[in-house]
C-alpha cells in the first residue's frame, strides 16, 4: 500500500515537474495554476516523503527484516526451540505477532519510543555493515519490565499468579527483573544443539 502510494506520488511530482518547466509562467497568471504550483513545490514532495518514511518504518518492524542480518540467524531460530524459552512460548503459541515478533517485544513502549526504537535499529545497521557484532549480541540496557508489562499487566494468566501481584509494585519500578524467574528469553543452547519443535525459520 505504501509502496503503491510512494510511486503514485513520485509520478504525480515528474508530471507537476513537466508541466512548471513547460509552463511556468502561465500558471502563476491564475490562482489556479499557483495552487498547482504550491503542489508541486510543497505538497507532493512532503507526501512522498512521509510515505517513504512510513514504508521503511513498517518494512524495518518486521521479523524477516531483524533477520534479514547473518548475526540475528540463531536469534532467529531460537523462535522454533522446543522449550519453554520466552520467546519461543510468545512466538509459537502465537501471543505476539509472528511478523512483527522483534519488533513488538524489543521496542521501547514510552513516549518517543518508536523513534528510539528506530535509532537503535540504525546502530544495528551501522554496526553490521561498517564494524563487528558482539558475540553474543548484548542489548544497550538491561531489558525493562515495562515491555513485559504492556501486554501482560492485566491478563487474567499474569494475575492470577501469585508471585506477579506481590511483587507488581517493585517490577513496575525496575527493582525486580521479569528476567530474575523468567530466566531464558533466546536459548542459544537449544538452537546449538539442534532441538527445534519444527522446522527452522525460512
Not at 502563476?28 to 514532495?45: H, Q, R
Not at 510515505?51 to 531460537?78: I, K, R
Not at 519488533?103 to 514510552?110: L, N, S
Not at 492485566?154 to 507488581?168: G, K, Q, T, W
Request: charged share 20%; aromatic share 8%.
Amino acid at each position: 500500500m505504501n509502496t503503491v502510494f510512494v510511486i503514485a506520488a513520485l509520478a504525480l511530482c515528474i508530471g507537476l515537474a513537466v508541466v512548471l518547466l513547460a509552463g511556468a509562467e502561465r500558471l502563476l497568471a491564475s490562482t489556479a495554476g499557483k495552487l498547482v504550483l504550491l503542489a508541486g513545490i510543497g505538497v507532493l514532495p512532503l507526501a512522498v516523503s512521509v510515505g517513504g518514511l512510513t514504508a521503511g518504518v513498517v518494512s524495518s518492524s518486521q521479523t524477516s527484516f531483524c533477520l534479514s542480518c547473518h548475526e540475528m540467524t540463531p536469534y532467529g531460530q531460537s523462535l522454533f526451540v522446543d522449550g519453554d524459552s520466552l520467546v519461543a512460548v510468545h512466538f509459537q503459541d502465537r501471543l505476539v505477532d509472528r511478523d512483527y515478533a522483534c519488533y513488538v517485544c524489543h521496542k521501547d513502549y514510552a513516549m518517543f519510543g518508536d523513534v528510539r526504537t528506530k535509532l537503535h535499529g540504525l546502530n544495528h545497521l551501522l554496526v553490521h555493515y561498517f564494524g563487528e557484532a558482539s558475540d553474543p549480541i548484548e542489548l544497550y540496557a538491561p531489558y525493562p519490565n515495562a515491555n513485559c508489562l504492556h501486554c501482560h499487566d492485566d491478563s487474567r494468566r499474569y494475575l492470577d499468579v501469585e508471585v506477579h501481584v506481590r511483587f507488581a509494585a517493585d517490577m513496575a519500578r525496575d527493582e525486580r527483573s521479569c528476567l530474575d524467574c523468567h530466566r531464558s528469553s533466546h536459548d542459544l543452547d537449544a538452537v546449538h544443539a539442534g532441538q527445534f519443535w519444527q522446522a527452522v525459520a525460512r
